[in-house]
């Protein structure tokens, strides 16, 4: 379960933002209601079928069965959930300490032609597949990144090459169904009321994760959890964001005190970046990873431009213990000596929370019991629901992103002009 503490924000009224907050909550989660093509999202944890997440399972064995690389095509919300999951779950470091699950990369999120290349050589002399994950199938890096490794697949396997490709799209449109139908391709459906940065919860997500050896049924159930019970801390959550908003505090900081916290701040930051920007307001998402951004932006969230607010990210307990070892060095910390590093990691929380609150940047804190997989579906849950909540309160449509396609309109006349 998580715990919320909004004592960091006393003298932040959130009436009637409380109140609004309520109605936006029946509002976007109304299956009946102006959402119902969008929101599917909201009951997903609890009408997945059983039926699926066996098939996700026993796909994720059968590609595991067959290869020592998987290479993972998609943008945004096709990949950022899954990743956070696997580095989250496991760590940044995941390829350098998995044990019997192949080694992920991501790819199909940038135009980098060395960031392909990279990959390119590494999985040439191995056995890989390919996860290919757009609903449109017409995500431009996503599309050239498919070109790139369909090439690749055939060249090394020829007529095989279909049996190692997996496809992740709309059950009835798109290039990449079509893609997936023709040639034979084990494929999986996004479903037609979810959007990509709301995915995680569906095969988008949870296929990447069965691959990696995470138990996708216990991250269901962690959601599922936050739907029956979270309900008032995502709507308090909510409230407290757009009252901040309110008063000027136009940036909001996560700041996680775990470094295997990074992507999911990315997954974070998508999913309110674009459902809160827009009209020309919308409050903007930062992550940090404390402690290490304090030595870089520290500075300026204690007395810089006070037109921020911060959610920390804790847990009561860590997964590994280790201790500060006894050291001949005058370094001024003798008296930290056998301390175990996650109550310094505490204290420093603590520590920061309090200087932060002190120079007049409101905080509010988020405490899981631990990380693991339930915690992590919580996380997804909480976060979709007070999103949702919040750009409902701020007067736009939560889920769509009408800005995002804006630089593929140029691209064509620009690409002319270079070729």
Known sequence: MIKTDFSGVDGFSIFPQFENAESACRTVTDPGGIYAEYNGWADLPDTISENLLTEITNTAKEINSQSKVVVILGAGGSYLGAKAAIDFLYSPNYNLIRKNTPIIFFAGDNLSAEYLQQIMHFVISKDFSVLAISKSGRTLETSVAFRTFQSLLKAKYGTGAAARTYIITDRNRGAFRKYADENGCTSFEVPENIGG???????????????????????????????????????????????????????????????NCRCFGEWWRQLFAESEGKNGQGIFPVFCDYTSDMHSIGQYIQEGERSMFETFLCFEEGRAHLLVPECDIDDGYDRLAGIDFNIMNRAVADGIADAHISGQVPVIQLTLPCISPRSLGALFYFFELSCGISAHMAGVNPFDQPGVEAYKKNFFPFLEKLI
Request: hydrophobic fraction near 40%.
């Open 197 to 259: 940065r709301y995915s995680v919860l569906t095969p988008v997500g949870l296929l990447p994760m069965a691959i990696s050896g995470i138990d996708i049924r216990e991250v269901v159930a962690g959601a599922s959890d936050e739907r029956k019970n979270g309900h008032d801390r995502a709507v308090q959550y909510a409230a407290y964001r757009q009252a901040l908003y309110s008063v000027g505090k136009k940036m909001e900081f996560l700041c996680a005190f775990e470094h």
